[in-house]
């Protein structure tokens, strides 16, 4: 496993941490699979208490393909984070080529009922000491 640099976004005092690793030992490049984790962390610096209710993620691979992946809550999951809470989780995403990107939003409702988008930052998905290639 390796570690590259966080990234992160703020939307209406949600900040989103996202770091990407590399699973070399899952990956299987012969075959056209490489592997990457990811582990996120959700910080509402805000003063109302909100709710992760559904994720939408944009995956796109060195050819340029593009996934999109919509779903409700994350790991399952619907968090609900007061003022101050910290929630984190981990997922995985395979490519069918060496590098590539994901970003996305999460779809929160507040505790007035009022819902909106918050971004996840885009982040690229390189493997460690590869030369990157864009089509």
């Known amino acids: 496993m390796k570690r590259k640099g966080s990234y992160e976004a ?57 996934e999109e992946v919509r779903g409700s809550g994350v790991v399952g999951e619907q ?22 990107s994901m970003q996305g939003a999460y779809r929160m409702v507040d505790e007035a009922g009022v819902s909106f988008d918050v971004t996840i930052p885009p982040f690229s998905l390189d493997v460690p000491d590869a030369r990157r290639v864009l089509n």
């Open 79 to 100: 968090p609900v984070l007061g003022p101050g809470d910290t929630y984190a989780y981990a997922s995985g995403c395979p490519l069918a080529t060496s590098s590539g």
């Open 10 to 66: 703020e939307t209406r005092g949600i900040r989103v941490r996202v770091t990407p690793m590399y699973l070399d030992g899952e990956s299987e490049p012969d075959e056209g699979r490489w592997i990457w984790a990811y582990h996120i962390e959700i910080e509402n610096r805000g003063e109302a208490e909100v709710q992760l209710l559904a994720r939408h993620w944009i995956i796109t691979d060195a050819m340029g393909h593009v």
